[in-house]
Structures are given as structure tokens and as C-alpha cells.
């Protein structure tokens, strides 16, 4: 289904106009499913609505009902793709998704002492504690997604307006926030003292060399670390945790619900609901 599989992913980036991250997570679900789905069959004339579901209860087991959300939206777009292509005879793309419910859980947040207690763990002594302590600093204070810390650039930071620009990946916009006097003179320290001499343009680098920039997985990696280190009650936690720990603590503030949306680059504010 190579041949099948290009084609759909020049779909998704050049009609649909969708990030290459989204791009590679609409590939693999639509790979994830053609395999148990089609297993001996050699054309996708046998694919059947019984197989379809069998594939959704299937994923169902294996994680929650938000998530499940996303994967059914990402198999209803490649089944319409390949009934719009003529590669399937029926529409198998009318799946339901699982209902999921305003305010139904509650976000994966860290009290926020315990957040404090995290970042004060951190040893600052070496280049890679001040690199460390800087990611998740911003993450927590700032609400950032692993993908928005990974672009930020030494341009970012305006130190004269006191300022930093972050590129959001869902929205494509750029949000201009107001740095507080900590966290300024955090990133000097972090730039004086702990990132590697180099040429490159991203404000975090990785620690081996050659330098280079570093990538969504090594942000979980190195908050996992850190969590394990401090000794702290973060079994089952990650790094998004202190995402959710910031939009917490501006609601709690009295913060809308709107501005918290804004602030976390979500498209709709029923995502931020």
C-alpha cells in the first residue's frame, strides 16, 4: 500500500495543508489499521465495515476515549480519501466516536507546590542541569508543548521589550509573552553558563556533540529523568503534566476560559473546556 500511502500523505500536506507532525500521525493510524485489517488481502476492494470495527473496539482497549477520538478522526479521513479515490466501492468512513463529556475528568495537573518542589530539585550546577531546569521552567510557567519548546530560537527572547515569541503548532501563530524578571534572568544564566558555544539558531540544544537541536521524545526523556531524580510522588506523570498545571493555575486565578485557550494555542475552545 506504499504506492496508496504517498499519494494520501501529498493529500494531507499539500490540500489539506496539514503540519508534517500531523501529517505522520494521520500515516501511521492509517498503517496501523491496514495491517490487522488487510492481512493476506491483496487489494482494498475487500475491505469491509465488520473489519473497520473490529479495528476501533480494538484501539479501544488500549486507551482512553479522547484518545480514540483522534484515531477515529484520523481513519474517517483516509477511508473518505480512498472512497474519493475509487479504491474502495462503499463509504466505510461513517464510524461513531466515542462520547466524551464536557469536564468528565480532570486534567493530568500537578498541585503546584509540587511543581515548585520538581524545578528546585534540579541540579543547576552543569550546563545540562540549567538546560534542563530551563525547559520545564518555561513549561510550567508558560503552559509550552514539547514541539513549541523545540522551536524557540535565540531570536525568540527580545530582551529590551522583555519578551518571548513561540511559534504554536496548532494554530500557526505566533504568541508574543511577557517574560518575568525570574525567568530572564534564568535564561541569561542558562545562555552564559549552559548552553554549548554554537552557531545554530535554537535556544536548546542537545548536550552530546555534534550540537543540534532537540527533539520532541528527548523533552519527555529528560522530564522523566528529572522526576525520577527529585524522588518526588510523579509516578505515571509526563512532561504535559506541567502544561496542565499552568492552564490549572490560571483558572484558579479566575483566568476565562477563552484567554487560557489563547494562551495554549488551542484552535477551539471546546478543546480548552
Same mark, same amino acid.
Given at each position: 500500500f506504499s504506492p496508496l500511502l504517498d499519494r494520501y500523505r501529498r493529500h494531507l500536506s499539500e490540500v489539506r495543508g496539514l503540519a508534517s507532525s500531523t501529517v505522520e500521525q494521520h500515516i501511521g493510524t492509517a498503517? #496501523?489499521?491496514?495491517?490487522?485489517?488487510? #492481512?493476506?488481502?491483496? #487489494?482494498?476492494q475487500d475491505l469491509s465495515a465488520p473489519a473497520v470495527e473490529r479495528f476501533v473496539a480494538t484501539e479501544g482497549r488500549q486507551m482512553k476515549?479522547?484518545?480514540?477520538?483522534h484515531v477515529v478522526a484520523r481513519l474517517r479521513a483516509f477511508l473518505r480519501f480512498c472512497f474519493d479515490q475509487g479504491e474502495v466501492q462503499e463509504r466505510l468512513d461513517l464510524i461513531d466516536a466515542p462520547?466524551? &463529556?464536557r469536564g468528565e475528568l480532570p486534567p493530568r495537573a500537578?498541585?503546584?507546590p509540587l511543581v515548585q518542589r520538581l524545578l528546585r530539585s534540579i541540579d543547576r550546577s552543569s550546563g545540562l542541569g540549567r538546560r534542563d531546569y530551563a525547559i520545564l521552567h518555561l513549561m510550567a510557567h508558560y503552559g509550552l508543548r514539547p514541539s513549541e519548546i523545540i522551536t524557540l530560537t535565540l531570536e525568540a527572547i527580545d530582551w529590551q521589550a522583555k519578551?518571548?515569541?513561540?511559534?504554536?503548532?496548532?494554530?500557526?501563530?505566533?504568541?508574543?509573552?511577557?517574560?518575568?524578571?525570574q525567568t530572564t534572568r534564568m535564561l541569561r544564566r542558562y545562555l552564559s553558563r549552559g548552553r554549548p558555544r554554537s552557531a545554530r539558531p535554537e535556544l536548546f540544544l542537545r548536550a552530546r556533540t555534534p550540537?543540534?537541536?532537540l527533539t520532541h521524545y528527548a523533552i519527555g526523556d529528560l522530564y522523566q529523568k528529572r522526576a525520577r531524580e527529585s524522588g518526588l510522588p510523579l509516578q505515571g506523570t509526563s512532561? &504535559?503534566?506541567l502544561r496542565h498545571s499552568f492552564a490549572m493555575r490560571l483558572l484558579d486565578r479566575g483566568v476565562g476560559v477563552k484567554l487560557i485557550g489563547d494562551l495554549l494555542g488551542h484552535r477551539t475552545l471546546e478543546s480548552t473546556c
Open positions: 498503517k #496501523s489499521f491496514l495491517a490487522p485489517a488487510l #492481512s493476506g488481502c491483496a #487489494s482494498l476515549r479522547q484518545s480514540l477520538q462520547r466524551v &463529556y500537578l498541585a503546584w519578551t518571548l515569541r513561540v511559534k504554536q503548532c496548532k494554530t500557526r501563530s505566533d504568541l508574543i509573552l511577557p517574560l518575568a524578571g550540537a543540534g537541536p512532561s &504535559y503534566c
